[in-house]
Protein backbone atom coordinates (compact mmCIF):
# COMPACT_ATOMS: atom_id res chain seq x y z
CA UNK A 1 0.00 0.00 0.00
CA UNK A 2 1.60 3.61 -0.53
CA UNK A 3 0.38 4.80 2.59
CA UNK A 4 -1.16 8.38 3.75
CA UNK A 5 -0.27 10.34 0.18
CA UNK A 6 -0.56 14.63 1.21
CA UNK A 7 -0.22 17.30 -1.07
CA UNK A 8 1.47 19.88 -1.77
CA UNK A 9 4.47 18.52 0.32
CA UNK A 10 5.48 22.25 0.57
CA UNK A 11 3.71 25.45 0.49
CA UNK A 12 4.46 28.97 0.76
CA UNK A 13 1.89 31.64 0.23
CA UNK A 14 1.34 35.04 1.41
CA UNK A 15 -0.84 36.36 4.00
CA UNK A 16 -4.69 36.17 2.68
CA UNK A 17 -4.81 33.80 0.33
CA UNK A 18 -6.57 30.74 0.23
CA UNK A 19 -4.51 27.48 0.79
CA UNK A 20 -6.11 23.98 0.45
CA UNK A 21 -3.99 20.90 1.63
CA UNK A 22 -5.22 17.34 0.38
CA UNK A 23 -4.78 13.95 1.74
CA UNK A 24 -5.79 10.57 0.68
CA UNK A 25 -6.09 8.25 3.44
CA UNK A 26 -5.20 4.34 3.00
CA UNK A 27 -7.57 2.04 1.22
CA UNK A 28 -10.15 0.85 3.40
CA UNK A 29 -9.45 2.96 6.24
CA UNK A 30 -12.39 4.49 7.81
CA UNK A 31 -11.04 7.06 9.86
CA UNK A 32 -9.11 10.10 9.09
CA UNK A 33 -7.69 12.88 11.37
CA UNK A 34 -6.43 16.28 10.70
CA UNK A 35 -3.28 17.56 12.68
CA UNK A 36 -1.08 20.50 13.11
CA UNK A 37 2.11 20.67 14.27
CA UNK A 38 4.29 23.35 15.37
CA UNK A 39 6.83 24.07 17.67
CA UNK A 40 5.22 25.96 20.71
CA UNK A 41 2.06 24.22 20.64
CA UNK A 42 2.83 20.56 19.55
CA UNK A 43 0.58 18.11 17.55
CA UNK A 44 -2.38 19.48 17.60
CA UNK A 45 -5.77 17.55 16.61
CA UNK A 46 -8.00 19.77 14.51
CA UNK A 47 -10.67 17.46 13.01
CA UNK A 48 -11.87 14.34 12.52
CA UNK A 49 -14.08 12.31 10.30
CA UNK A 50 -15.84 8.58 10.24
CA UNK A 51 -16.88 7.22 7.39
CA UNK A 52 -16.53 10.88 6.01
CA UNK A 53 -18.65 12.48 8.50
CA UNK A 54 -16.74 14.60 10.59
CA UNK A 55 -17.11 13.58 14.26
CA UNK A 56 -15.36 16.42 15.98
CA UNK A 57 -14.08 19.57 14.88
CA UNK A 58 -14.01 21.17 18.00
CA UNK A 59 -9.77 21.73 17.16
CA UNK A 60 -10.71 23.75 14.37
CA UNK A 61 -8.42 27.37 15.04
CA UNK A 62 -11.30 29.45 13.97
CA UNK A 63 -13.75 29.91 10.88
CA UNK A 64 -10.88 31.08 8.84
CA UNK A 65 -10.27 26.63 8.58
CA UNK A 66 -12.84 24.49 7.12
CA UNK A 67 -12.37 20.56 6.27
CA UNK A 68 -14.02 18.41 4.00
CA UNK A 69 -14.55 14.67 3.15
CA UNK A 70 -16.52 13.53 -0.25
CA UNK A 71 -15.53 10.82 -0.48
CA UNK A 72 -13.94 7.61 1.46
CA UNK A 73 -10.48 8.41 -0.59
CA UNK A 74 -10.02 12.34 -0.26
CA UNK A 75 -10.26 14.72 2.31
CA UNK A 76 -9.13 18.65 1.88
CA UNK A 77 -8.18 20.83 4.48
CA UNK A 78 -8.90 24.48 3.80
CA UNK A 79 -7.82 27.88 5.41
CA UNK A 80 -9.01 31.06 3.55
CA UNK A 81 -7.37 33.55 4.15
CA UNK A 82 -4.91 32.37 5.79
CA UNK A 83 -2.77 34.43 8.14
CA UNK A 84 1.43 34.27 9.50
CA UNK A 85 0.44 32.26 12.58
CA UNK A 86 -0.93 29.26 10.60
CA UNK A 87 2.47 28.43 9.62
CA UNK A 88 2.98 24.74 10.94
CA UNK A 89 3.12 21.34 9.69
CA UNK A 90 0.14 19.54 8.84
CA UNK A 91 -0.11 15.56 9.03
CA UNK A 92 -2.91 13.72 7.76
CA UNK A 93 -3.55 9.83 9.42
CA UNK A 94 -6.08 7.51 9.20
CA UNK A 95 -6.77 4.53 10.90
CA UNK A 96 -9.60 1.27 10.52
CA UNK A 97 -12.01 1.19 12.82
CA UNK A 98 -11.29 -1.72 15.33
CA UNK A 99 -7.93 -0.95 14.82
CA UNK A 100 -5.32 1.00 17.53
CA UNK A 101 -2.86 2.51 14.57
CA UNK A 102 -3.29 5.73 13.22
CA UNK A 103 -0.84 5.99 10.24
CA UNK A 104 0.26 9.33 9.18
CA UNK A 105 1.13 10.98 5.67
CA UNK A 106 4.54 12.83 5.44
CA UNK A 107 2.85 16.40 6.20
CA UNK A 108 2.65 19.43 4.44
CA UNK A 109 4.83 22.11 5.37
CA UNK A 110 2.82 25.71 5.52
CA UNK A 111 4.96 28.89 5.45
CA UNK A 112 2.43 31.79 5.18
CA UNK A 113 4.50 35.14 4.66
CA UNK B 1 -3.40 21.41 33.24
CA UNK B 2 -2.23 19.27 29.88
CA UNK B 3 -3.85 15.79 29.36
CA UNK B 4 -0.45 14.37 28.63
CA UNK B 5 2.57 15.70 29.74
CA UNK B 6 5.82 14.74 28.45
CA UNK B 7 9.50 16.24 29.98
CA UNK B 8 10.66 17.89 26.45
CA UNK B 9 14.39 17.20 27.12
CA UNK B 10 16.41 16.51 25.29
CA UNK B 11 17.38 13.36 27.36
CA UNK B 12 21.08 12.46 26.28
CA UNK B 13 21.89 8.87 26.54
CA UNK B 14 25.63 6.55 25.85
CA UNK B 15 25.07 4.63 23.38
CA UNK B 16 24.20 0.78 24.72
CA UNK B 17 22.71 2.40 27.90
CA UNK B 18 18.98 2.54 28.97
CA UNK B 19 16.65 5.59 27.89
CA UNK B 20 13.94 6.05 30.00
CA UNK B 21 10.93 8.24 29.21
CA UNK B 22 7.92 9.14 30.49
CA UNK B 23 4.60 10.59 30.12
CA UNK B 24 1.87 11.18 32.49
CA UNK B 25 -2.21 12.09 31.57
CA UNK B 26 -4.78 13.08 33.86
CA UNK B 27 -7.93 10.99 32.34
CA UNK B 28 -8.24 8.50 35.07
CA UNK B 29 -10.23 6.45 32.70
CA UNK B 30 -7.91 5.94 29.45
CA UNK B 31 -7.72 3.04 27.81
CA UNK B 32 -4.47 2.60 25.58
CA UNK B 33 -1.60 4.55 25.42
CA UNK B 34 0.63 4.55 22.38
CA UNK B 35 4.49 5.96 22.39
CA UNK B 36 4.94 7.69 18.40
CA UNK B 37 8.52 8.23 17.40
CA UNK B 38 9.11 11.18 15.23
CA UNK B 39 12.68 12.24 13.67
CA UNK B 40 13.63 15.22 12.56
CA UNK B 41 11.44 16.59 9.57
CA UNK B 42 9.77 13.28 9.19
CA UNK B 43 6.30 12.65 10.67
CA UNK B 44 5.43 10.53 13.37
CA UNK B 45 5.28 6.61 13.57
CA UNK B 46 4.00 4.22 16.08
CA UNK B 47 6.74 2.14 18.26
CA UNK B 48 4.02 0.36 19.99
CA UNK B 49 0.89 0.92 22.08
CA UNK B 50 -0.47 -0.64 25.63
CA UNK B 51 -4.19 -1.24 27.02
CA UNK B 52 -4.61 -0.36 30.75
CA UNK B 53 -4.38 -4.13 31.49
CA UNK B 54 -1.24 -4.84 31.33
CA UNK B 55 2.93 -3.81 29.98
CA UNK B 56 4.17 -4.65 26.53
CA UNK B 57 7.80 -5.59 25.55
CA UNK B 58 8.74 -5.00 21.61
CA UNK B 59 12.44 -5.72 20.78
CA UNK B 60 14.62 -2.98 22.66
CA UNK B 61 11.38 -1.49 23.63
CA UNK B 62 9.40 -1.91 27.04
CA UNK B 63 6.14 0.16 27.40
CA UNK B 64 4.69 -0.20 31.08
CA UNK B 65 1.76 1.57 32.71
CA UNK B 66 1.40 2.86 36.04
CA UNK B 67 -2.06 3.52 36.86
CA UNK B 68 -2.52 4.47 40.13
CA UNK B 69 0.19 7.78 39.55
CA UNK B 70 -1.46 7.81 35.80
CA UNK B 71 1.99 7.98 33.98
CA UNK B 72 3.24 5.51 31.22
CA UNK B 73 6.88 5.07 30.34
CA UNK B 74 8.98 3.88 27.35
CA UNK B 75 12.63 1.74 28.15
CA UNK B 76 14.44 1.42 25.12
CA UNK B 77 17.00 -1.06 25.93
CA UNK B 78 21.13 -0.97 23.97
CA UNK B 79 20.05 2.57 22.86
CA UNK B 80 21.18 3.07 19.37
CA UNK B 81 22.58 6.48 17.21
CA UNK B 82 19.50 5.79 15.35
CA UNK B 83 17.22 6.11 18.23
CA UNK B 84 17.97 9.45 18.29
CA UNK B 85 14.19 11.69 17.89
CA UNK B 86 11.44 12.99 19.56
CA UNK B 87 9.19 10.39 20.84
CA UNK B 88 5.84 11.40 21.17
CA UNK B 89 3.35 9.95 23.83
CA UNK B 90 -0.67 9.47 23.00
CA UNK B 91 -3.48 8.65 24.99
CA UNK B 92 -7.16 7.23 23.70
CA UNK B 93 -9.34 9.28 25.94
CA UNK B 94 -12.15 7.16 27.99
CA UNK B 95 -14.83 9.32 26.32
CA UNK B 96 -13.97 9.02 23.11
CA UNK B 97 -14.52 5.69 20.93
CA UNK B 98 -13.52 7.30 17.77
CA UNK B 99 -9.70 6.38 18.51
CA UNK B 100 -9.10 10.40 18.93
CA UNK B 101 -5.80 10.42 20.78
CA UNK B 102 -4.15 13.54 23.26
CA UNK B 103 -0.72 14.20 22.21
CA UNK B 104 2.03 15.02 24.44
CA UNK B 105 4.69 17.74 23.45
CA UNK B 106 7.04 14.54 23.10
CA UNK B 107 10.74 14.10 24.55
CA UNK B 108 13.76 14.64 22.31
CA UNK B 109 16.30 11.59 22.55
CA UNK B 110 19.84 11.91 22.16
CA UNK B 111 21.67 8.48 21.34
CA UNK B 112 25.29 9.85 21.54
CA UNK B 113 28.15 6.89 20.42
Known amino acids: DAGVIQSPRHEVTEMGQEVTLRCKPISGHNSLFWYRQTMMRGLELLIYFNNNVPIDDSGMPEDRFSAKMPNASFSTLKIQPSEPRDSAVYFCASRLDGQETQYFGPGTRLLVL | QKEVEQNSGPLSVPEGAIASLNCTYSDRGSQSFFWYRQYSGKSPELIMFIYSNGDKEDGRFTAQLNKASQYVSLLIRDSQPSDSATYLC?????????????FGAGTQVVVTP
Open chain 2, 90 to 102: AVNLETDSWGKLQ
